[in-house]
T-cell receptor
Framework: DTAVSQTPKYLVTQMGNDKSIKCEQNLGHDTMYWYKQDSKKFLKIMFSYNNKELIINETVPNRFSPKSPDKAHLNLHINSLELGDSAVYFC????????????FGPGTRLTVL | GENVEQHPSTLSVQEGDSAVIKCTYSDSASNYFPWYKQELGKRPQLIIDIRSNVGEKKDQRIAVTLNKTAKHFSLHITETQPEDSAVYFCAPNTGTASKLTFGTGTRLQVTL
């Protein structure tokens, strides 16, 4: 059984387009996250939701908008894609929040042309 | 927010040798200290963690030591094997703050 899943695995798109990445966890966790990992492998948190409520909202362009329809899902919508958005995006979840093990999804490699 | 530094940024060891990676943090309220391993093309996965009420924790060939006074904790890998080659991240945090910072990563290469 997949614990944290993301779709799609790869996403290639043109500048200016709008795209979404979906994430689902079947671990029953309360907290979910979105991370961006750039080409230098730096892992940076973007957003965190606890029970559908936004608790971390790092300084990211407002072109990025997370949506949590229920506590098992956290989707990421990106408007007006730019070249610098190219990265691997990881979804993660944890049972109790930040001070607990994070379980990562397989990642979505986004390439903006 | 938490300032987190990892050293070294790259580490190359021969199979069978030991490897040590250090993570230095700034927030004295930090009480949870995990290490994640990310193999090439894969997701990060927790390999070991420690909480502030203990100074050391060991799991087979890997161990984590914590020095709260000096605000650093280290990952120790003994008898390294090629499958230990990966990027390792620390992520110290208070568990309640609204920020979470991962270290910049250490690329470990285990050569035959």
């Amino acid at each position: 059984d997949t614990a944290v899943s993301q779709t799609p695995k790869y996403l290639v798109t043109q500048m200016g387009n709008d795209k979404s990445i979906k994430c689902e966890q079947n671990l029953g966790h309360d907290t979910m996250y979105w991370y961006k990992q750039d080409s230098k492998k730096f892992l940076k948190i973007m957003f965190s939701y606890n029970n559908k409520e936004l608790i971390i909202n790092e300084t990211v362009p407002n072109r990025f908008s997370p949506k949590s329809p229920d506590k098992a899902h956290l989707n990421l919508h990106i408007n007006s894609l730019e070249l610098g958005d190219s990265a691997v995006y990881f979804c993660a979840s944890s049972r109790l929040g930040l001070g607990d093990t994070q379980y990562f999804g397989p990642g979505t490699r986004l390439t903006v042309l | 927010g938490e300032n987190v530094e990892q050293h070294p940024s790259t580490l190359s060891v021969q199979e069978g040798d030991s490897a040590v990676i250090k993570c230095t943090y700034s927030d004295s309220a930090s009480n949870y200290f995990p290490w994640y391993k990310q193999e090439l093309g894969k997701r990060p996965q927790l390999i070991i963690d420690i909480r502030s009420n203990v100074g050391e924790k060991k799991d087979q060939r890997i161990a984590v030591t914590l020095n709260k006074t000096a605000k650093h904790f280290s990952l120790h890998i003994t008898e390294t094997q090629p499958e230990d080659s990966a990027v390792y991240f620390c992520a110290p945090n208070t568990g309640t703050a609204s920020k979470l910072t991962f270290g910049t990563g250490t690329r470990l290469q285990v050569t035959l």
